[in-house]
């Protein structure tokens, strides 16, 4: 059973568009949330993460919105860029459970730039 | 700064065989995680060491998989034997010490299991 979702598979978008990837997740016990980024044949790269104290983080293009009492979070990147293009996953961790580091991974949204 | 590395790339073996495969850390990264994406499923947890301590071991599929980090520095994920669904991506990982530090990814290792 998926702790992490990532229910769009892939999603398209115009050069200079808004994108927003979506991701829910059912593990009440998470509190810090990742974006990473992949392209294929590498391994998936940090983009940005929220704590569950806050409900915005923004890093220059990319924004991350947490919504606790949804249990929802979603990655605003404006303007899109083609170089954007790639697999985004959404992860999540249980940052109270001692030394537990792992992260649970939804299954990741293709997302795909046109210029 | 040299990535995270991984040893080999690509690796296809038959059923019953054994895979040994390899991850450098970057340097000074204490915590070190293996994982595995299995063609359209999600990237699943294996396991974390803390320097040469496995730190939690939740992940590990059976005891075909033997995780290794002597001397706390690379690290060997050994399957043996192989069995066909066994196939996926290994991904090794590595982070600081602390609870925000993010994990640096590797290529990965492609594992064919004929």
């Known amino acids: 059973d998926q702790q992490v979702k990532q229910n769009s598979p892939s999603l398209s978008v115009q050069e200079g568009r808004i994108s927003i990837l979506n991701c829910d997740y059912t593990?009440?016990?998470?509190?810090?949330f990742l974006w990473y980024k992949k392209y294929p044949a590498e391994g998936p790269t940090f983009l940005i993460s929220i704590s569950s104290i806050k409900d915005k983080n923004e890093d220059g293009r990319f924004t991350v919105f947490l919504n606790k009492s949804a249990k929802h979070l979603s990655l605003h990147i404006v303007p899109s860029q083609p170089g954007d293009s790639a697999v985004y996953f959404c992860?999540?961790?249980?940052?109270?459970?001692?030394?537990?580091?792992?992260?649970?991974w939804g299954l990741g949204t293709s997302l795909a730039v046109n210029p | 700064e040299a990535g995270v590395t991984q040893f080999p790339s690509h690796s296809v073996i038959e059923k019953g065989q054994t895979v040994t495969l390899r991850c450098d850390p970057i340097?000074?990264?204490?915590?070190l995680y293996w994982y595995r994406r299995v063609m359209g499923k999600e990237i699943k947890f294996l396991l974390h060491?803390?320097?040469?301590?496995?730190?939690?071991e939740s992940g590990m599929p059976n005891n075909r998989f033997l995780a290794e980090r002597t001397g706390g520095t690379y690290s060997t994920l050994k399957v043996q034997p192989a069995e066909l669904e066994d196939s996926g991506v290994y991904f090794c990982a590595s982070s600081l010490i602390g609870q925000y530090n993010e994990q640096f990814f590797g290529p990965g290792t492609r594992l064919t299991v004929l």
């Open positions: 340097s000074g990264h204490d915590n």
């Open positions: 060491f803390v320097k040469e301590s496995k730190q939690d």
């Open positions: 593990n009440s016990m998470f509190d810090y």
């Open positions: 992860a999540a961790r249980a940052l109270n459970a001692g030394n537990n580091r792992k992260l649970i």
